[in-house]
């Protein structure tokens, strides 16, 4: 597996991973998440260190 491959990878998991966990947080408590705009700032955020990474103790 590639660098690029990582990439795609980490961030469909670290996706994946946040709109799991705002969705059982949105489950138990319905009334204390905003799940649209919980999701929307994790999307954004995850995708901006993407298209901007810093540097990776992997390289």
Do not use: H, Y
Request: overall charge negative; glycine content about 4%; proline content about 7%.
């Amino acid at each position: 597996m590639n660098r690029a491959d990582c990439k795609t990878s980490s961030r469909d998991a670290a996706i994946l991973a946040v709109m799991d966990g705002l969705q059982a947080q949105w489950l138990i408590e319905p009334d204390a998440l905003d799940l649209g705009t919980a999701s929307e700032f994790a999307i954004e955020a995850i995708v901006a260190a993407v298209r901007d990474p810093r540097p990776s103790p992997l390289d």
